[in-house]
T-cell receptor
Framework: DARVTQTPRHKVTEMGQEVTMRCQPI?????VFWYRQTMMQGLELLAY????????DSGMPKDRFSAEMPDATLATLKIQPSEPRDSAVYFC????????????FGPGTRLLVL | SQQGEEDPQALSIQEGENATMNCSYK?????LQWYRQNSGRGLVHLIL?????REKHSGRLRVTLDTSKKSSSLLITASRAADTASYFC????????????FGSGTRLSIRP
């Protein structure tokens, strides 16, 4: 049963530290999304990739966030330096571009920045 | 900017009753999707309806789309306790190359 995997599942860190979140999309999917979910803001699209190329990262604070796909099996989201307001659940989702991208979500990384 | 807005924000019904959730959006779309999220989990895709479709069924789910009113509804018939979750609509705009924007969600509670 193919699934999107994310690591770590939980992360507690101190303000100013670097945080790296990883995502393994479903094999064969060519579109990868990063979302952030908080109670206040809901589900926000941070960035997404098609065939490993960034299509849109306008939802991401550029000064501290970066997203990459080193290869087709790995997507990373980095925060450097982290701040308490970055505390949220970060979801990765993958899909196959075509007539509507059905997204398959990972379990999320719950991040707490103290 | 948020594309889809669900209504109501929260809904509590008795098990066995039908639940209806609505979604309104602002710009032209290629398709609209509904997702479910159980507490502490990732979202799960339920159904996709294309802009040229008006109604779609999947098991106990029925989705309608009215592009003239820029709105969609999700009906869950014969609700069960396991349907307790948050439900989100998500729209893919015509000019946004797969960019999908989620609404704020409806929190559905099913009372036993």
């Amino acid at each position: 049963d193919a699934r999107v995997t994310q690591t770590p599942r939980h992360k507690v860190t101190e303000m100013g530290q670097e945080v790296t979140m990883r995502c393994q999309p479903i094999l064969g999917h060519n579109t990868v999304f990063w979302y952030r979910q908080t109670m206040m803001q809901g589900l926000e699209l941070l960035a997404y990739f098609r065939n490993r190329a960034p299509l849109d990262d306008s939802g991401m604070p550029k000064d501290r966030f970066s997203a990459e796909m080193p290869d087709a099996t790995l997507a990373t989201l980095k925060i450097q330096p982290s701040e308490p307001r970055d505390s949220a659940v970060y979801f990765c989702a993958s899909g196959l571009a075509g007539q509507g991208v059905t997204q398959y979500f990972g379990p999320g990384t719950r991040l707490l920045v103290l | 900017s948020q594309q889809g807005e669900e209504d109501p924000q929260a809904l509590s019904i008795q098990e066995g009753e039908n639940a209806t959730m609505n979604c309104s959006y602002k710009t032209s779309i290629n398709n609209l999707q509904w997702y479910r999220q159980n507490s502490g989990r990732g979202l799960v895709h339920l159904i996709l309806i294309r802009s040229n479709e008006r109604e779609k069924h999947s098991g106990r789910l029925r989705v309608t789309l009215d592009t003239s009113k820029k709105s969609s509804s999700l009906l869950i018939t014969a609700s069960r306790a396991a349907d307790t979750a948050s439900y989100f609509c998500a729209t893919e705009g015509r000019s946004s190359a797969s960019k999908i924007i989620f609404g704020s969600g409806t929190r559905l509670s099913i009372r036993p």
